[in-house]
């Protein structure tokens, strides 16, 4: 039986002005509002999805054979549902409560990316500074070319430091000292391609990583991060020595072999913990994932810390390309993906979503997952006692489902107040041109671009063809604080106006483009990439 606990915010939402301004002189207001959600019902639709998600994910857990499990779904930095489901224990047959503690593997490099993030924003190291600056066991790598530079700390943090895929061996080396990492690292590291030059998981990065925070800091890595991170979240729980969890919340780790659970030791934290080796609950968890999420959007006011907001959206981007896939289903549906790596985090782009951050976590005995849509505020966040549980495909199958109740929409951007009043503008230039007016909104390369007369009658033209009395109509559509399209209902059919404004102060128009549209034509195409093999 899955344990449900639902809260759901309230909302309060600010719609779009469609103030006008007379002015004929250019106003300066080229500041935009952020982003924001256009759907006061937005958290009850999401609600909907719930039931149906639980029952997946109960399905998945009794195919795949997974003896516990949590997992959660955040809206806008909250527990918006919690579930969890069979055993921690299965000697002692205790369950999985909400506040169980999981081993979460390689979701701790996120943790190790804001560690180096907070000593780069402190002036105490840059991200492109040799790691030999602060390992000097690294000074006697041998590179594989002559031309190769010097291993960065980007590049450990985007897994571009040439070092060749580790996952079996790095499961392994949680419990390494420190000193015995050390004379590994001098005794030299194999590479499978020049630094810089290609995408290749590195578990030992990290662990380098782990060993420039400690060497920076002048503390232990996980004493840093107790203090420098987790603690100013509130992430109590959070730790990276499982000895530490009291018995009753620590979930064992199993393996099935031969159809049976055989339970996997739990490694003590060593030098290669900041590659994997944290341990959490579904809350802390949560927490975490709402921690990246209130990284957007861009916006004034207070920037809560122990990382700033800017720094967390950096996180978040892609730094190291990956390349890109295509997936056919039974029916034929092709879909497409483009995959990169920023600090510590996945970032894809697919069919469906702009920008899905995440990363999954797999050690003997336990996997997970966090995953969350930036421009949507949504995240889920899962956790299993198995080995390499694997939740992707159920992840993607959740943030579906919740798709399909119309509440998975992303936050829709503001037109800065100059964007608003150009539009207005501009609006009166389509009915009813005037040359002071034309010439009081026009950036200098609008009429070199196309001289004005020629400008003006191809508009007279269209207009006329539309018939009198324009008016805007409908929604303003904005992709961004300087850039938008709208409707103009005329007495006999509909324009569609698009303009951008130029990077100048006051911001005045660099294109415009005045179409005919059919009366029931959307302003924007719905975005799509998936298609039919053909066959």
Excluded at 134 to 158: C, F, M, N, Q, W
Aim: charged fraction near 20%.
């Amino acid at each position: 039986m899955i344990m449900r606990n639902t809260l759901l915010a309230a909302w309060v939402l600010i719609a779009i002005g469609s103030s006008s301004s007379e002015a004929q002189r250019p106003t300066t207001g080229s500041v935009a509002p952020p982003a924001e959600f256009s759907d006061a019902q937005r958290a009850t639709k999401l609600a909907i999805a719930y039931p149906a998600i639980d029952s997946m994910m109960q399905r998945f857990a009794e195919r795949a054979r997974v003896p516990g499990m949590g997992y959660a779904i955040i809206v806008d930095g909250k527990l918006a549902h919690v579930a969890v489901a069979g055993l921690r224990d299965i000697a002692t047959r205790s369950p999985v409560d909400t506040a169980t503690v999981f081993r979460i593997a390689s979701m701790s490099k996120s943790f190790a990316a804001v560690a180096i993030l907070q000593l780069r924003d402190e002036g105490r190291l840059a991200l492109d500074d040799p790691a030999e600056k602060y390992v000097p066991e690294l000074a006697g790598l041998r590179y594989p070319t002559a031309d190769s530079p010097k291993i960065t700390i980007r590049h450990l943090l985007t897994h571009s430091e040439g070092f060749p895929e580790d996952n079996p061996w790095g499961d392994q080396q949680l419990a390494v000292t420190d000193d015995e990492m050390a004379a590994m690292v001098r005794s030299g590291i194999p590479f499978s391609t020049a630094p810089g030059t290609a995408y290749e998981y590195s578990n030992y990065g990290f662990a380098i990583l782990g060993r420039v925070v400690a060497n920076v800091s002048g503390m232990p890595y996980s004493r840093y991060v107790t203090e420098s991170v987790l603690r100013p979240l509130g992430m109590n729980v959070t730790t990276l020595e499982a000895g530490s969890v009291p018995a009753h919340r620590l979930a064992h780790g199993y393996r099935l072999r031969d159809g049976e659970w055989i339970e996997e030791p739990q490694l003590p934290d060593g030098a290669f913990g900041p590659m994997g080796g944290m341990l959490t609950s579904i809350s802390d968890l949560g927490r975490w994932v709402g921690f990246m999420l209130d990284a957007w959007p861009p916006r004034d006011g207070a920037d809560a810390m122990p990382l700033s907001r800017a720094s967390r959206r950096e996180m978040q981007q892609i730094a190291r390309y990956i390349g890109a896939s295509a997936a056919t289903d039974s029916a034929g549906s092709v879909s497409l993906a483009a995959n990169g790596y920023g600090y510590g985090l996945r970032v894809q782009q697919t069919c469906l979503f702009q920008s899905s951050v995440s990363h999954t976590g797999g050690l003997p005995g336990f996997g997970s997952l966090m995953r969350w849509l930036p421009e949507y505020g949504v995240g889920i966040v899962a956790l299993g006692n198995l080995t390499y549980t694997g939740w992707t495909p159920v992840s993607t199958q959740a943030l579906e489902i919740l798709q399909r109740t119309g509440g998975l929409v992303p936050r829709v951007p503001q037109p800065a107040p100059v964007l608003l009043e150009r539009r207005e503008q501009v609006s009166r230039l389509v009915a009813r041109w005037e040359d002071l007016l034309a010439d009081s909104v026009a950036a200098m390369n609008l009429y070199l671009d196309e001289p004005k007369e020629r400008r003006r009658a191809a508009i007279e033209r269209i207009r006329r063809e539309a018939g009198d009395d324009c008016r805007n109509e409908g929604p303003f559509a904005v992709a961004n604080a300087l850039r938008g399209r709208w409707r103009m209902r005329c007495a006999s059919g509909d324009l569609l106006v698009s303009m951008t404004l130029a990077p100048t102060e006051p911001a005045l128009v660099q294109f415009l483009q005045v179409t005919p549209i059919a009366r029931d034509a959307a302003l924007l195409p719905s975005p799509t990439c998936t298609g039919r093999q053909s066959r």
